[in-house]
């Protein structure tokens, strides 16, 4: 069964950082496509970075600059460095992993993490 579990959120002053991590287990994690997504209060869900087993990666514009995905895949883990938050960085991060080499293609969530940047 896949399950995917984030840890590192917390409560950080503006400019501050943060390290999330999410740990895969019941996939075959170098077939899927890693990615963080983020939801603010009142808000859609946005992505906010995907890597693909290659390591090749994809920002949104809010996070370029700022913000680093990597993944380990002898850890079946993907991290998200947040640096230089701001309060409009608060949000719950979700993990995502999702395949299209699997039949049927495949798309999991993690359970979120709380983000808060605030004074």
């Known amino acids: 069964q896949a399950q995917l579990v984030e840890s590192g959120g917390g409560l950080v002053q503006p400019g501050g950082s943060l390290r999330l991590a999410c740990a895969a287990s019941g996939i075959t994690f170098s077939f899927y496509e890693m990615g963080w997504y983020r939801q603010a209060p009142g808000k859609q869900r946005e992505l906010v970075a995907t890597i693909t087993n290659s390591k090749g990666t994809n920002y949104a514009n809010s996070a370029k600059g700022r913000f680093t995905i990597s993944r380990d895949n002898g850890k079946d883990s993907v991290y998200l460095q947040l640096n230089s938050l701001k309060p409009e960085d608060t949000a719950v991060y979700y993990c995502?992993?999702?395949?299209?080499?699997?039949?049927?293609?495949?798309?999991?969530w993690g359970q979120g993490t709380q983000v808060t940047v605030s004074s």
């Open positions: 995502n992993a999702r395949s299209e080499l699997i039949f049927p293609p495949r798309n999991y």
